[in-house]
């Protein structure tokens, strides 16, 4: 998925646009398919913090980023399977 830069006017003007006749030009209507494609739950995102909790501990602490990307992904698409 690529953001496109948008000018700041012309968000404001389909805003204006919308809030006065209801009807969501092309910008407005992406920008909020977008935001309607985000879960409203954020369980994912604690569980992957909760994954990289358990490998990067004090004890553990020496892990790269390089490294501790690796074994989640590893660890991510051993359960997909």
Known sequence: ???MATN???TVTHRS???CSGVRG???QLGYSYLQSIPPTSVEAERAFS???TLCTKIRSRLSDATLYTVLSAQLL???D
């Open 1 to 3: 998925m690529r953001l």
């Open 8 to 10: 700041p006017t012309s």
């Open 17 to 19: 646009v919308f809030e």
């Open 26 to 28: 092309r910008i407005l």
């Open 51 to 53: 994954a990289a909790g």
């Open 78 to 80: 051993s359960q997909i």
